[in-house]
């Protein structure tokens, strides 16, 4: 079975410029939780997505969106960029119900704003 | 709010050493507990959880105790190999947050030979 795919695995941006990032889930996975990386903040929840619906949302600026289509995919965007989103933007997936409590991470996208 | 606290890094040990890696958290309801690694290059991945009081998770060599008492969930494994030289991040997640996990800030371990 596929793990999560995150595309792209680099991306360049200078600041004021918009970026959409890519998840696709393992397959039969319907929550999708997007999470930013940093050396100085470690790993901050975004938000996540269940069924096409947002179900909770972390403490980002309205310049952090996302959705998620129905075969679960998710994309996240950035509005606006600043130098300080530069940062691995972690996807992750999970299975529903008890005994599931576990988070399948991507390879991340590497966000660099110039 | 809800938050982890992890002892900072870097860790040097020796092979076969012991290691012992101290999380504490602070929650307002009756999380799940756990430990993912992140080997150099690679993704984060799950290495043991628990979910309720006085659980241990175990695996690869690794254990930690869920210690409501002291609200820990401290990291060991008696006797380290350089393969385990990693980042590793203590999470909870609430019972109402799924996909919502509060992480540590890491802890990367190095083990040399």
């Known amino acids: 079975k596929a793990g999560v795919t995150q595309t792209p695995r680099y991306l360049i941006k200078t600041r004021g410029q918009q970026v959409t990032l890519s998840c696709s889930p393992i397959?039969?996975?319907?929550?999708v939780s997007w999470y930013q990386q940093t050396p100085g903040q470690g790993l901050q929840f975004l938000f996540e997505?269940?069924?096409?619906?947002?179900?909770n949302k972390g403490n980002f600026p309205g310049r952090f969106s996302g959705r998620q289509f129905s075969n679960s995919r998710s994309e996240m965007n950035v509005s606006t960029l600043e130098l300080g989103d530069s940062a691995l933007y972690l996807c992750?997936?999970?299975?529903?119900?008890?005994?599931?409590?576990?988070?399948?991470f991507g390879s991340g996208t590497q966000l660099s704003v110039l | 709010g809800n938050s982890v606290t992890q002892m900072e890094g870097p860790v040097t040990l020796s092979e076969e050493a012991f290691l012992t890696i101290n999380c504490t958290y602070t929650?307002?309801?009756?999380?799940?507990l756990f430990w993912y690694v992140q080997y150099p290059g690679e993704g984060l991945q799950l290495l043991l959880k628990?979910?309720?009081?006085?659980d241990k998770g175990s695996n690869k060599g690794f254990e930690a105790t869920y210690r409501k008492e002291t609200t820990s969930f401290h990291l060991e494994k008696g006797s380290v190999q350089v393969s385990d030289s990693a980042v590793y991040f203590c999470?909870?997640?609430?019972?109402?947050?799924?996909?919502?996990?509060?992480f540590g800030a890491g802890t990367q371990v190095v083990v040399t030979p």
């Open positions: 999470a909870l997640r609430l019972t109402d947050s799924w996909g919502k996990f509060q």
């Open positions: 397959s039969g996975h319907r929550s």
């Open positions: 628990a979910t309720k009081a006085d």
């Open positions: 929650a307002t309801g009756y999380p799940s």
């Open positions: 992750a997936s999970s299975l529903e119900g008890i005994g599931n409590e576990k988070l399948f």
């Open positions: 997505y269940f069924s096409e619906t947002q179900r």
